[in-house]
């Protein structure tokens, strides 16, 4: 007689398409709602008197949200079950935009957007986690993974188009509409197109302490990075916060060693694969966001450009991250991860300085094909990573393990663009920032070279 377990692996395979669509779906709305609120920033601002301190808060509460439970909701995803937190993160993320739609004061506004980043805190690593379980490793898995990051670059690429239509069209609120219908198909849907949760729910695997300090650190890191833009890395709410934010990610230490079920087993971090993993994640997004930020300052200072026509301008690089997903990541992966890892991120790290050399032509049309070149590179390395991070760890883990990537990357691109803007401030532009960031993601990239040889995950 079949088990259950067998008759839910084989499940998982024979739904592969129709899960495997579901998923990139959730990923392609995740990445729709971090980029379609940017364009309708300048109507939300009018509409809501929210002055210039003020405004960016409409996106720095998801990013909190996100990035501070981001770790809790991994660890949700691995006691509660993978299926049962993508509809619940669905649910939520659907109806906060759905508050946030309805809003009449900045605050609801606010609040519904940190909302938003809890259910993506939950939404995102349970999409990972069920592709780690519902797909064999090999060629089934790392189509999966090329699909999964084809959507979330199409999503990143819509959400500018998407924003802009929706919010001169029907008013600043449409934005927040747009992710409402999706939320919540995936959410109806799920139960039929996944594969049920091969185990019990399970609330006593929580580390209480361990969740409190590990939630607290997360969020005072990411708010103290946040404002470090603004208020500098000697002040109390910069500087200081980010201190505290480390302190407590110290006393996890002690505190986990002494649990009885960590928060992050320690046999995580033993493992190479994803300690390599968020030091990749890390630096690259901190690149990545660099540039992005080098070339909407680049194309609008120096040439000229509208904010519409930058952001047209800017549609490259989305197709080409789509395209290297969907045909040049599964032919590196099937090289192997430590080796799709290693020219990835060089790719992206010599991406950075052409960067440099293309800015010295005063031309858009100078800088199109590093464009291209960018969203190819970063494109194809990003699921990379989290195929790495979640390539040494156990079912029951891949939540948390996809999470403690995840939030690497949330810190990354906000402490990297801070790092490298204060660097073309003080040595010689956006240039120097562009090749002193390219020479860093070179030299991190030989950590991919630190994973087992030969390695399957």
């Known amino acids: 007689m079949t088990s259950p377990e067998s008759r839910t692996v084989a499940e998982a395979r ?30 939300i601002g009018r509409a809501f008197d929210l002055d210039d301190a003020a405004l960016p808060w409409v996106v720095n509460a998801f990013a909190l949200g996100y990035g501070g439970l981001l770790l809790l909701g991994g660890r949700a995803v691995d006691r509660l079950g993978a299926r049962r937190m993508l509809v619940l993160g669905a649910l939520l993320l659907g109806l906060s935009s759905v508050a946030g739609a309805l809003a009449d004061h900045a605050g609801v506004l606010i609040a519904a957007r940190a909302a938003q980043g809890v259910g993506a805190a939950a939404l995102f690593p349970a999409t990972l986690a069920l592709i780690g379980t519902a797909f064999p490793a090999g060629p089934a898995r790392n189509r999966a993974m090329a699909v999964w990051g084809s959507a979330g670059a199409g999503g990143a690429l819509a959400g500018g188009a998407v924003g802009g239509v929706l919010a001169s069209a029907f008013g600043w609120s449409a934005v927040f509409w747009a992710i ?98 968020m030091v990749l994640i890390l630096v690259l997004m901190g690149v990545v966001a ?57 790719g992206v790290g010599l991406t950075s300085a052409a960067f440099a050399v293309a800015l ?59 790092v490298l803007a204060a660097v073309a401030g003080v040595w010689g532009g956006l240039g120097t920032a562009a090749l002193v960031g390219g020479a860093a993601t070179v030299v991190v990239a030989f950590a991919a070279l630190l994973l087992p040889r030969p390695d399957r995950s």
């Not at 650190?217 to 500098?232: C, H, I, Y």
């Not at 680049?298 to 301008?313: E, I, K, M, S, Y």
């Not at 290297?324 to 430590?338: D, K």
């Open 14 to 43: 024979t739904a592969g398409p129709a899960a495997l669509a579901l998923l990139a779906t959730a990923h392609f709305t995740l990445s729709l709602d971090f980029n379609v609120v940017y364009i309708a920033l300048p109507e």
């Open 180 to 277: 409402v219908v999706p939320s919540l198909a995936v959410a109806l849907a799920a139960s039929r197109l996944l594969p049920a949760d091969r185990h019990r729910p399970d609330p006593r695997g929580f580390d209480l302490p361990g969740t409190a300090l590990v939630t607290v650190g997360a969020l005072l890191l990411v708010f103290g990075v946040f404002r470090l833009q603004t208020s500098g890395w000697l002040s109390l709410d910069g500087g200081g916060v980010l201190l505290l934010g480390l302190a407590a990610l110290a006393a996890l230490v002690p505190v986990e060693r002494r649990s009885a079920d960590p928060l992050l087993p320690a046999t995580l971090l033993r493992d190479r694969h994803l300690p390599v993993a």
């Open 290 to 346: 660099t540039l992005h930020y080098v070339y909407t300052t680049h194309v609008q200072t120096v040439l000229g450009l509208d904010p519409l026509a930058a952001g047209l301008g800017f549609l490259p690089q989305g197709a080409a991250a789509m395209l290297g997903s969907a045909l040049l990541l599964p032919r590196l992966l099937a090289r192997g991860v430590r080796t799709a890892l290693f020219v990835g991120t060089v």
């Open 360 to 418: 010295a032509f005063d031309s858009y049309w100078a800088m199109l094909p590093v464009v291209i070149l960018l969203g190819l590179t970063a494109g194809t390395v990003y699921p990379v990573v989290f195929t790495a991070a979640g390539g040494g760890v156990g079912e029951r883990e891949q939540g948390v393990a996809s999470a403690a990537a995840s939030t690497a990357q949330q810190i990354g691109g906000a402490l990297g663009l801070t």
